[in-house]
T-cell receptor
Framework: DVKVTQSSRYLVKRTGEKVFLECVQD?????MFWYRQDPGLGLRLIYF???????EKGDIPEGYSVSREKKERFSLILESASTNQTSMYLC????????????FGSGTQLSVL | QKEVEQDPGPLSVPEGAIVSLNCTYS??????FMWYRQYSRKGPELLMY????GNKEDGRFTAQVDKSSKYISLFIRDSQPSDSATYLC???????????????FGKGTLLTVNP
């Protein structure tokens, strides 16, 4: 089974801190994604990557950056955390030809105080 | 008009009921249609995947796509308490470049099946 592992289940940070969210997948998938999920707003795509060192902006990239140095690892970086970045963050991966079939991690609930 | 509209519910049904979940969309370029199920405090998991119009059945689940009406449905027969979850529709279009990798999700419908 595909496994997408997010490093933290819950995270509490202070405003202005630099925050790293890590995601690792074990099925050699080309595509990796970062979403945030908020009540009433649903899933929104922050960034995605379809190859190592490649990245593309999603719908809400402001305040975020990403890094993909290895195929299996995709990191989301909050350069200076703000309270409006309090959210559930979900990482996902997919195989190239079946890119719509996303495999999600369990999520990181981030609280910025 | 939003690209994908989904009634958030909540929807509460008795065990054994037939459940109908729906989404409408406005982008005629969408060709891939999916339903994801998300249990509380978990990530979504792919439940059904269809390409273009038509029906697809998998056990108690049936997905329908009507591209002419821009309407997709998920039916759950003989619903069970274990089906209690949020159901998210998702869709994407055929294209090249970065947009080809993006799914557009509905906001999800919260379903509770009562024993």
């Amino acid at each position: 089974d595909v496994k997408v592992t997010q490093s933290s289940r819950y995270l509490v940070k202070r405003t202005g801190e630099k925050v790293f969210l890590e995601c690792v997948q074990d099925m050699d998938h080309e595509n990796m994604f970062w979403y945030r999920q908020d009540p009433g707003l649903g899933l929104r795509l922050i960034y995605f990557s379809y190859d190592v060192k490649m990245k593309e902006k999603g719908d809400i990239p402001e305040g975020y950056s990403v890094s993909r140095e290895k195929k299996e690892r995709f990191s989301l970086i909050l350069e200076s955390a703000s309270t409006n970045q309090t959210s559930m963050y979900l990482c996902a991966s997919s195989q190239g030809p079946s890119r719509e079939k996303l495999f999600f991690g369990s999520g990181t609930q981030l609280s910025v105080l | 008009q939003k690209e994908v509209e989904q009634d958030p519910g909540p929807l509460s049904v008795p065990e054994g009921a037939i459940v109908s979940l729906n989404c409408t969309y406005s982008n005629s370029a969408f060709q891939y249609f999916m339903w994801y199920r998300q249990y509380s405090r978990k990530g979504p998991e792919l439940l059904m995947y269809t390409y273009s119009s038509g029906n697809k059945e998998d056990g108690r689940f049936t997905a329908q796509v009507d591209k002419s009406s821009k309407y997709i449905s998920l039916f759950i027969r003989d619903s069970q308490p274990s089906d209690s979850a949020t159901y998210l529709c998702a869709m994407s279009g055929k294209g090249s470049g970065g947009s080809n990798y993006k799914l557009t999700f509905g906001k999800g419908t919260l379903l509770t099946v009562n024993p």
